[in-house]
């Protein structure tokens, strides 16, 4: 069971991403999945959030422009991030329960993605 992260690059200020985490080897669990980050010096933080029951939370500093979901035909986690600024600049890990196909539960993590944003 592993997840998989693509999509993250340079991009300009006021520019979008759209970061994916795909799982393989399980099905990802629709309410529990998150997208976190870590900048160079600081510690990681959560940016978004999917719980049981399916409430999304996001961190302040996102709010209306970062956007999660998920695609159970897929079975991917997407974060989609417009009018990216400078200090989005960070590797962002993707987390999520994923259900392997024994029935086994594990609390599983992407191996990050960079995303750079340029003034």
């Known amino acids: 069971v592993q997840l998989v992260e693509s999509g993250g690059g340079l991009v300009q200020a006021g520019g979008s991403l759209r970061l994916s985490c795909a799982a393989s080897g399980g099905r990802i669990s629709e309410n529990a999945v998150g997208w976190h980050r870590q900048a160079p010096g600081k510690q990681r933080e959560s940016v978004a959030t999917?719980?049981?029951?399916?409430?999304?939370n996001y961190a302040d500093s996102v709010k209306g422009r970062f956007t999660i979901s998920t695609d159970n035909v897929k079975n991917t986690v997407y974060l989609q991030m417009n009018s990216l600024k400078p200090e989005d600049t960070a590797v962002y890990y993707c987390?999520?329960?994923?259900?392997?196909?024994?029935?086994?539960?594990?609390?599983?993590w992407g191996q990050g993605t960079q995303v750079t944003v340029s003034s």
């Open positions: 987390n999520a329960v994923v259900m392997s196909f024994a029935g086994n539960v594990y609390d599983k």
């Open positions: 999917v719980s049981i029951g399916g409430s999304t």
